[in-house]
């Protein structure tokens, strides 16, 4: 079945800066990626997602790109912001019985 | 528009009694997900409906159960809460089974003492 490894778990930047998170999966029929953002005491939300037909996607600040090749994805946060600050959890699906296969988590810190 | 509601939001209960969590959704979506989420283990599925009138085991389904009640309900039993079921339980949404985006509810944090 998939799995998904995510690094770091836990990442620290200066308000301004660019944050990269990675993510490796290792089902090579893996086509669907997204990525989710969950704030404190919420539930985890959907910031953006990219198939394999495509290596990168933007939305403003956000991007994702994908290696398929490298069996490898990653989300960047350009010009962060203290509201970036969440745990971000990085998916990918799967043949299995299991539709979306998550990473375990990384936590953000955006300092002011 | 409420999306995926949950309810309820807390809960505490002692060894041995039973429990259902109640999920509902407003988006006509057919596929419905219960996860749960531990510290450092990422979200992890319990159980599955991909279609009205179909559930199915997803990775950690031993002590719960589910009912698909209709197309926008989605309930997850304790039969007999354990410590080890101590967790936020997230109930999720899509549109289809498979490589689908995902919606979350707020979760439900359970403690079992």
């Known amino acids: 079945g998939e799995n998904v490894e995510q690094h770091p778990s836990t990442l620290s930047v200066q308000e301004g800066d660019s944050a990269v998170i990675k993510c490796t999966y290792s089902?090579?029929?893996?086509?669907?990626f997204p990525w989710y953002k969950q704030e404190l005491g919420k539930g985890p939300q959907l910031i953006i997602d990219i198939r394999s037909n495509v290596g990168e996607k933007k939305d403003q600040r956000i991007a994702v790109t994908l290696n398929k090749t490298a069996k490898h994805f990653s989300l960047h946060i350009t010009e962060t912001q203290p509201e970036d600050s969440a745990v971000y959890f990085c998916?990918?699906?799967?043949?299995?019985?299991?539709?979306?296969?998550f990473g375990k988590g990384t936590r953000l810190s955006v300092i002011a | 528009n409420a999306g995926v509601t949950q309810t309820p939001k807390f809960q505490v209960l002692k060894t041995g009694q039973s429990m259902t969590l109640q999920c509902a959704q407003d988006m006509n979506h057919n596929s419905m997900y219960w996860y749960r989420q531990d510290p450092g283990m990422g979200l992890r599925l319990i159980y599955y409906?991909?279609?009205?009138?179909?559930?199915d085991k997803g990775e950690v389904p031993n002590g719960y159960n589910v009912s698909r009640l209709n197309k926008r309900e989605f309930s997850l039993r304790l039969e007999s809460a354990a410590p080890s079921q101590t967790s936020v339980y997230f109930c999720a949404s899509s549109e289809a089974w498979g490589n689908q985006p995902q919606h979350f509810g707020d979760g439900t944090r359970l403690s079992i003492l």
């Open positions: 409906s991909a279609s009205e009138g179909t559930t």
């Open positions: 998916a990918a699906d799967s043949s299995g019985n299991t539709p979306l296969v």
């Open positions: 089902d090579s029929a893996s086509n669907y």
